[in-house]
């Protein structure tokens, strides 16, 4: 972490290897007035929750007016500058993450309003000692399901929704829904997405929670534990469908499977 003076600041180190959603570092800090922060560049995605107070951040050739209950975002490799403000500081909560859904937010404007509900999701890490990367993870999909995306900017919603179902596939997910942040009609939407991927939603979303099952089997992750991770509702309809995948197995003799793979290959 960059070398400054906070009155209250911390940082925890992590790397759980995750496939998705990486955490890898996460942190606290209190800053006192006009204090100027410019870090170097990050090979992660940084998100700051700013908890209180306000300040500005200088990114992308602009400079942002960030209030309290806000999200400020700095994408691997850029530069940015984020300033506490003289008369009212900020404090903040921040977490880095690499993962193959973290490119949705290279999407994202630099700063972002969310559900106050949401936010207060977001709570304070000090105290959290168990399963903090789980925790992390878990917040990280919750807010990347909600992210405001500006509709003009949407060239292709077959390929939105594919990035949203990758990126949300932990959570409960409805057409209905996806089609209103389209704005499209729900019949549209499934013929010119079944037309594109040749699935239709709903069996689209099931193919990448079993897939994405697979690896946290091959991890050691419960049945449970990789139902409720993959968005299942409970355990024993995890099972049934993980079979009629292209797994073509229960859960537990893919992971015997796996096991005997991995055995082989041992020098």
Known sequence: ????HLDHNYQILLNPSFQDINPILAGEAT?????????????CTTLHYVRSGCGTLSTRGKTYSIQARQIFLI????????????????????????????????KMPPVLTVPQEIFDNLCDL???TYNLEHKLTSELFLLQACLPLIKKTISDPVEWVMDHIQSAYMTELSVQKMAEQLN?????LYRIFKKKVGL????????????????????????KETSTLCGFKDANNFSR??????????????????????????P
């Open 1 to 4: 972490m960059e070398h400054i």
């Open 31 to 43: 800053c006192p007035p006009g204090l100027m922060q410019h870090p170097p560049k990050r090979d």
């Open 75 to 106: 994408l691997p490799g850029e530069n940015a500058t984020y300033t506490a403000d003289k008369n009212d500081p900020w404090t903040y909560r921040w977490v880095g993450f690499t993962g193959a859904s973290s490119r949705i937010f290279a």
């Open 126 to 128: 000090r105290g959290t």
């Open 184 to 188: 499209m009609d729900r019949s549209h």
């Open 200 to 223: 239709s939603i709903k069996d689209y979303i099931l193919q990448v929670r079993t897939r994405r099952a697979k690896w946290y089997l091959e991890q050691g992750y419960s049945i």
């Open 241 to 266: 469908q993980f079979k009629k995948s292209e797994a073509g197995m229960a859960p537990l003799q893919w992971q015997a499977y796996i096991k005997e793979v991995r055995a082989k290959e041992a």
